[in-house]
């Protein structure tokens, strides 16, 4: 076998890897560059195109790919979700349960928590309403609807200002916490950071899920 | 800026081959040979324009019978205006000096 003839073949092959990598939307543009390869005199150069359109097959399938088509991504997601409207559904339904003194009836219960004392009642209100939009978000996640993206952006912009507000508060104590965590462990606020990455990697996940499939 | 000014000096180079015969349709290889791109550059970049309205592309039969046909471009209203652009720019900053107002003391 010559090298004129292993050129060639390598050649061929790389064409039909190229073709085979090329996304479904792409096929017409694979050909394209196929074709022009019979066109080539060289064969040493047939063989830089043809590796330069195996190149850029692979890259348009990069291009192409999202994380959302794989189920246990989205199923990942899902959970996470969900363990986002268990915290703030449970954060609404203790202190809807306090302010409106919900099932204690039976139980003088001592109306002396200050943060709950100076917390007004929209907060828990509004609290409820993300959790139930989180819940609703699993849903559209598992669906793969286009409205998942703002079922989960919408709440969580929601959670993210519920947290600044009570933040500020100097009832909540939540800075003292923090500060405390941070001298203790550097590292102690990698874990809301980690959690607040995650969401944000889950918005944009769901946002390019958004976008529709290149033109052809 | 200018969507032109954005383009990268890869880009700039292909608007610039297929600026040379806008009238004409162009082959990808001819394309190459023209600026110099490997394969691998020039068809993410003829797929992005192509995408965005810069440029038309069609099937071509080719001259030679039993040939295969060729996909060929050529840039559409839109980008000969984007191609226009940088030409323009070039042009301004080449000529330099302020244009002196007639008859200004």
Known sequence: ?216 | MTLARKCSPQTLALLAALMDQPREWQHGYELSKATGLKSGTLYPILTRLSDQGFLDSRWKDAEQPGRPPRHVYRLTAKGLALAREPMKVLADSRSGLKPIKVGAQ
């Open chain 1, 1 to 216: 076998m010559t090298l004129r003839a292993i050129s060639q073949w390598l050649s061929r092959q790389l064409i039909s890897a190229a073709m085979h990598v090329s996304p479904c939307e792409r096929k017409e543009w694979a050909k394209a560059m196929s074709r022009e390869v019979e066109e080539i005199p060289s064969v040493r150069e047939a063989l830089w195109w043809s590796l330069g359109c195996f190149q850029a097959s692979c890259h348009e399938r990069l291009k192409s790919m999202k994380p959302t088509n794989w189920w246990p991504v989205r199923w990942a997601m899902a959970l996470w979700i969900a363990l986002l409207a268990v915290d703030i559904l449970f954060y609404a339904g203790i202190t809807l349960t306090y302010k409106l003194g919900l099932f204690t009836g039976h139980f003088p219960y001592p109306r002396n928590v200050p943060l709950l004392e100076v917390t007004p009642l929209w907060e828990p209100m509004l609290a409820l309403v993300s959790g139930v939009v989180f819940l609703l978000a699993i849903v559209l996640i598992l669906k793969r609807s286009r409205v998942a993206f703002g079922a989960v952006v919408a709440p969580f912009a929601i959670t993210l200002l519920l947290f600044a507000v009570r933040f500020s508060r100097p009832e909540s104590g939540d800075l003292q916490s923090l500060s405390i965590a941070y001298q203790k462990s550097h590292f102690a606020l990698i874990w809301p950071i980690l959690g607040l990455a995650i969401t944000i990697l889950i918005c944009l996940a769901l946002w390019q899920d958004r976008q529709p499939p290149a033109a052809r």
